[in-house]
């Protein structure tokens, strides 16, 4: 089911999410009912860099800490893209796209551009 969660929450999320580049392609927030009948809310991490999960975890408990909200309570856990459970929450939930990791690129060869040749003396 759709999240119902304080918007200082989502706002909290979507900015320490912001700063995960590279951790996982995306993180899904759904309401969910347990068994018994308890009623929360589960974040999922879609595709998950393999080592990645207790900082993402750490970084979801700091966002909501941070929000301000009393007694807040979000469960975590990690999906793979193809999980029927991830499918499902994609239909239903609040998607968070995490940026893709920033790769330093080498400085090119002198002479390996044609654009720039090298200059000769």
């Given at each position: 089911?759709?999240?119902s969660?304080?918007?200082?929450?989502?706002?909290?999320?979507?900015?320490?999410?912001?700063?995960?580049?590279?951790?996982?392609?995306?993180?899904v927030?759904?309401?969910?009912?347990?068994?018994?009948g308890r009623?929360?809310?589960?974040?999922?991490?879609?595709?998950?860099?393999?080592?990645a999960?207790?900082a993402l975890?750490?970084?979801m408990?700091?966002?909501?800490?941070?929000?301000?909200?009393?007694?807040?309570e979000?469960?975590?856990?990690?999906l793979?893209?193809?999980d029927?459970?991830?499918?499902?929450?994609?239909?239903?939930?609040?998607?968070?796209d995490?940026?893709?990791?920033?790769?330093?690129?080498?400085?090119?060869?002198?002479?390996?551009?044609?654009s720039?040749?090298?200059?000769?003396?």
């Amino acid at each position: 089911m759709a999240p119902s969660v304080p918007e200082a929450v989502i706002a909290g999320l979507d900015a320490k999410l912001a700063r995960a580049g590279g951790l996982a392609e995306a993180a899904v927030l759904c309401g969910v009912v347990y068994e018994g009948g308890r009623r929360g809310h589960m974040l999922a991490f879609v595709n998950a860099a393999e080592g990645a999960e207790a900082a993402l975890a750490r970084a979801m408990g700091e966002a909501l800490v941070f929000s301000g909200v009393e007694a807040g309570e979000l469960d975590v856990t990690f999906l793979r893209s193809g999980d029927a459970a991830a499918l499902a929450m994609a239909r239903v939930g609040l998607r968070f796209d995490l940026p893709a990791p920033q790769v330093p690129q080498a400085p090119a060869a002198p002479g390996m551009d044609p654009s720039r040749p090298p200059k000769l003396r």
